[in-house]
């Protein structure tokens, strides 16, 4: 199994900035895949950004030009820094990797989840 535990979320007031940051802990071979969803109120989880082993990002259309995602690819850990907050950035925030964990009969894939963190942005 894999944890994610991330931190960093809060209050913040609309134009201001947040860091994100997510740290993989467990059983762990490799992880291809570590990003950043969201769901805010009474909405579907959404993309926010991911960023693979070899330096793709991906971003959700709303969130462009307003983050950098980072990730250490030792340490198991992902960071995500969000400028130029808007009151719909608002929405608990969850940490996710695409890993291969190691068992006791082999290794497999599977996608982790956090427990999620919540941002609101609000004067």
């Known amino acids: 199994q894999v944890q994610l535990v991330e931190s960093g979320g809060g209050l913040v007031q609309p134009g201001g900035s947040l860091r994100l940051s997510c740290a993989a802990s467990?059983?762990?071979?490799?992880?291809?895949?570590m990003g950043w969803f969201r769901q805010p109120p009474g909405k579907e989880r959404e993309l926010v950004a991911t960023?693979?082993?070899?330096?793709?990002?991906n971003c959700g259309d709303s969130v462009k030009g307003r983050l950098t995602i980072t990730r250490d690819n030792a340490k198991n850990t992902v960071d995500l820094q969000m400028n130029s907050l808007r009151p719909e950035d608002t929405a608990l925030y969850y940490c996710?990797?695409?890993?291969?964990?190691?068992?006791?009969?082999?290794?497999?894939?599977?996608?982790?989840w956090g427990q999620g963190t919540q941002v609101t942005v609000s004067p």
């Open positions: 467990g059983s762990i071979f490799s992880i291809n895949i």
């Open positions: 960023l693979t082993s070899s330096g793709i990002t």
């Open positions: 996710t990797a695409d890993a291969v964990v190691k068992s006791h009969v082999g290794t497999y894939s599977a996608r982790f």
